[in-house]
């Protein structure tokens, strides 16, 4: 991702190009229905319905068009045992710790500014480490082997006031891309097979 020059406002499919709704707002809904609990094929529908949305054809070339703009051309690189560690975040679920950040750290309001999603994502990443949502994020991620002990209860008691609730595992932005790709991918397969055992 280059924010040096102005971000893209369309999405390429089959040789033509469709006009977006590039705003946050859009893109933390098409994570959600990424990220929500629900089979295969349910999923599958959600992103489809995600794609008709945007005014894209559904299928597998208009999800690889929508997760490249999605990552952004994401630099993230997995690291040794992140895989494990519990989610840092929630777009949804900390939206007024969001709005509060990005009000302190750019005096942007979140309710009425209009970001394209890369902008968002770079100032999301670039949030100061002082800041009470980023706090929070540490609490929910840090490993409690490398705490000391004496600050051991501290932290439990932090991870338990801000946990997620969730059981599903922090993801980078490769390893969500892959696992879309492959539930989507198998959730088609199986409508395909079903289709044609219809008589």
């Keep these: 991702m280059s924010l040096y020059h102005a971000p893209p406002e369309s999405l390429t499919v089959g040789g033509l190009e469709y006009p977006i709704d590039t705003d946050f707002r859009a893109w933390v809904q098409f ?4 990220t929500e609990k629900g089979t295969d094929g349910e ?13 894209l054809p559904p299928g597998e070339e208009a999800l690889e068009a929508m997760l490249n703009f999605y990552t952004a051309a994401s630099t993230e690189k997995a690291v040794a045992g992140q895989k494990n560690r ?7 679920k900390d939206s007024e710790y969001i709005f509060a950040a990005f009000m302190g750290a ?27 949502f980023c706090r929070i994020m540490r609490y929910r991620t840090i490993d409690l082997k490398d705490v000391p002990k004496s600050q051991k ?11 997620l609730g969730e059981k599903a595992v922090y993801r980078t932005e490769k390893d969500m891309r892959d696992y ?20």
Excluded: N
């Excluded at 994570?31 to 990424?34: D, E, F, L, N």
């Design 31 to 34: 994570q959600a229905a990424m």
């Design 43 to 55: 999923k599958a529908e959600r992103l489809c319905a995600f794609m008709e949305q945007m005014g």
């Design 86 to 92: 519990p989610a840092a975040f929630d777009f949804e």
């Design 106 to 132: 750019y005096d942007i309001d979140l309710t009425t500014a209009r970001l394209h999603w890369w902008t968002f994502k770079a100032l999301f990443k670039a949030l100061p480490e002082d800041c009470e």
């Design 153 to 163: 209860r501290f932290y439990q008691e932090q991870k338990a006031r801000y946990s």
């Design 180 to 199: 879309v790709k492959r539930r989507f991918a198998e959730a088609e397969r199986r409508a395909a097979e079903a289709r044609e055992k219809k008589p």
